[in-house]
């Protein structure tokens, strides 16, 4: 993934060279930060309190909090960000407080870059019959979480048009498989077993990314999704056979955190951003996990 780096061009076929900020420097974050090292890029991130884990990799840490306007007047002018914020939890400030009050805030305090890339969800498409979702589709989601992540693009497009908005699909790969846990203990899944899952493997997350800085037109927006939706029975099955667990097992009922049933096309971001998935499928990715 990192040899795109080292040749990156902009829409003029300029290089970029640029230096960069990482505002979320988690899963995804963390390896975009490395890739950019990697091609000699000069890379900071925002960080409420892992300063010397960034230091000794190599990243400038500006120590700061999305949700404090106050702790952000040291934002630097760089060339790219990535805003890939997720909720954390364990702080326990709503959903709300984080994406949209808190993407405002860097928004007012950050000088304003050549390329702002915003780590979106598909969760915004509300479609639940199984059909196909394009960038294109109707947004109308039917979960809070999704009108939530809704509502913070919209603020992003009005206030920065520019900015190139990438709706991910469930990522997953190395320390991040999903329903792990329950696999191994195999303990039964609730809900529809023959609904759908998108995914996309971390490293092809990357690779959209690093594709979206130099190839993305300004102000559009792309599904980043491996294109092979994949049944909720398929995929931790096949789960349950990788890590030699008991053979997965699922009950009727309405998961807790709610279940999407929609097939996202990544045609879109496939042709027009020219990026190559290492891990077009589920089964793939899960044999490199």
């Not at 230091?55 to 760089?78: F, H």
């Not at 920065?160 to 039964?188: D, N, Q, S, W």
Request: charged share 20%; with cysteine; glycine share 12%.
């Amino acid at each position: 993934m990192t040899g795109d780096v080292d040749r990156a061009c902009d829409s003029q076929g300029n290089n970029v060279t640029g230096s960069t900020i990482v505002i979320g420097c988690g899963y995804l974050g963390m390896r975009v930060a490395a890739a950019w090292q990697t091609g000699g890029r000069r890379v900071h991130a925002l960080t409420r309190g892992r300063e010397g884990l960034f230091s000794k990799a190599g990243i400038v840490p500006i120590l700061g909090d999305v949700t404090d306007p106050s702790s952000l007047t040291g934002l630097p002018s760089v060339e790219t960000v990535i805003y890939a914020v997720g909720l954390d939890r364990s702080v326990g400030k709503p959903m709300r407080a984080v994406y949209i009050d808190g993407l405002a805030n860097v928004l007012d305090s950050l000088p304003t870059p050549a390329r702002f890339l915003h780590v979106s969800s598909s969760s915004v498409y509300g479609q639940s019959a199984g059909e196909w979702v394009t960038e294109e589709s109707p947004t109308e989601p039917t979960e809070e979480s999704g009108k939530v992540v809704l509502e913070a693009e919209r603020l992003l497009t009005a206030r920065m048009p520019t900015a190139v908005i990438l709706r991910f699909a469930g990522i997953y790969g190395p320390g991040r498989l999903l329903r792990e846990k329950a696999i191994r203990a195999g303990e039964p899944l609730v809900g529809d077993a023959e609904k759908w899952l998108n995914l996309i493997h971390v490293d092809d997350g990357v690779r959209a990314v690093l594709a979206a800085e130099t190839r993305a037109v300004p102000g559009e927006i792309y599904n980043v999704a491996d294109g092979e939706p994949v049944s909720r029975r398929d995929f931790y099955s096949e789960l349950a056979r990788v890590l030699s667990a008991p053979p997965a097992r699922f009950e009727p009922g309405q998961n807790a955190r709610g279940e999407s049933h929609r097939r996202v096309s990544n045609g879109k971001a496939r042709n027009r951003l020219g990026f190559a998935l290492a891990y077009p499928n589920y089964q793939a990715g899960l044999a490199a996990c």
